[in-house]
Structure formats: C-alpha cells, structure tokens
T-cell receptor
Framework: GAVVSQHPSWVICKSGTSVKIECRSLDFQATTMFWYRQFPKQSLMLMATSNEGSKATYEQGVEKDKFLINHASLTLSTLTVTSAHPEDSSFYIC????????????FGPGTRLTVL | GQSLEQPSEVTAVEGAIVQINCTYQTSGFYGLSWYQQHDGGAPTFLSYNGLDGLEETGRFSSFLSRSDSYGYLLLQELQMKDSASYFCAVRDSNYQLIWGAGTKLIIKP
C-alpha cells in the first residue's frame, strides 16, 4: 500500500518557539493532504486541507497564522506551529488519498508535540 | 450539524465476534469508512462502503444501509491484537473525512 512518512515522530520544545512537521508521500503523488490534531482519548480533528500549489483550506476555528501549511511539491506538505504554547501539545497526523484509491486515506505515523 | 454516533467502548472475549455500530447524520455522503487506531499510533484503513451491503475483508466485515444512515463493523475470531480504537468516518465531496468519536474495543482472554 501507499506509504506516508512524518518527521519528526516526536518533539519537545519551549513555549514561544516554532516547530515544523514534515509529511511526505513516499511512493505516490499527493495533490491533497490533510492535517489532523488528536488529543488523548479523543477523535481526530481536521485542521486543514493542504493543496499542492495553492493555499491551504483551514477548518473553522483553526488559526491559519499560527498553523502555517506549505504544500510545495506533490510529495511534501509541511505544518509549522508558530509560537507554540503548552495548549498546542497534541498528536499531529497527516494523511493523503491516492489517485487510484480515493476512498482510502493513508496516514503518516504522527508527530507528538510537547510544549513546555 | 454533522455527526457520527458510535459506542464509546465495547468489551468482548478473545475468539468471539463483536459488532461496532455507527449512525451518521451528514449533509453529504460519499461512503462510510472504518479505521483502526492502536494507542500511540496512527489510524489505518480497514474498509469502505460506498453502496448498501456487506464488504468482507478477512476477519473484518463492514455493512452499510444508506436508507437508515447506519453501518457497522463486524470483527470475527477476535484476537488480543484487535484491542484498539475503531473509528467510522463519512467521506464528503472533497475527500475529507468526518469522524466519529471512536469506539475503544477491549478484548479479554
């Protein structure tokens, strides 16, 4: 099946710093990628839809100036959490559908962010 | 609003069969999917139903009734490794997924 990677798998940072998370489709091209956030024992919350070559579409309530998304190529989307605060600590996961299997999303392994 | 309802927790015995139900109320419907997520891991795709009926993949089966806005995931011959959270999700026209809150499946020996 299709493979999506994320880097880093976990990160600990001080409050006020910025953190960049990369999401790569390794064996397919992804014109669309989705970024989710998941708090412990909760469901996935869609943050934004990343579109290659255009601006990301953010869900209501998600600050686009705080969560910067860049989808510069067909295999890479990045999420930057700017000026991170403890309340941003969460599990961030990206996913992408493939052109041949549009009804199946492939998820990256996730990035656990802890802001001190 | 849009919502998917599924039980928060289900307990079953190893070797048994368990069914996890999902009812949905969404503005658009392009299919019902099921994902499995182990603690600390990312979701993995299990099945997709675009049309009414039963889809079978090994020990797992999924059913959909669009007229009832209802579906279920059936897990047979339960194994301890099946202990995980299971999410139903409805796909919209933009390939986004609207997620249920998840069902934690606890399997006892």
């Amino acid at each position: 099946g299709a493979v999506v990677s994320q880097h880093p798998s976990w990160v600990i940072c001080k409050s006020g710093t910025s953190v960049k998370i990369e999401c790569r489709s390794l064996d397919f091209q992804a014109t669309t990628m989705f970024w989710y956030r998941q708090f412990p024992k909760q469901s996935l919350m869609l943050m934004a839809t990343s579109n290659e070559g255009s601006k990301a579409t953010y869900e209501q309530g998600v600050e686009k100036d705080k969560f910067l998304i860049n989808h510069a190529s067909l295999t890479l989307s990045t999420l930057t959490v700017t000026s991170a605060h403890p309340e941003d600590s969460s599990f961030y996961i990206c996913s992408a559908p493939t052109s041949g299997r549009l009804n199946e999303q492939f998820f990256g392994p996730g990035t656990r962010l802890t802001v001190l | 609003g849009q919502s998917l309802e599924q039980p928060s927790e289900v307990t079953a015995v190893e070797g048994a069969i368990v069914q996890i139900n999902c009812t949905y109320q969404t503005s658009g419907f392009y299919g019902l999917s099921w994902y499995q997520q182990h603690d600390g891991g990312a979701p993995t795709f299990l099945s997709y139903n675009g049309l009414d009926g039963l889809e079978e993949t090994g020990r797992f089966s999924s059913f959909l009734s669009r007229s009832d806005s209802y579906g279920y995931l059936l897990l047979q011959e339960l194994q301890m490794k099946d202990s995980a959270s299971y999410f139903c999700a409805v796909r919209d026209s933009n390939y986004q997924l609207i997620w249920g809150a998840g069902t934690k499946l606890i399997i006892k020996p």
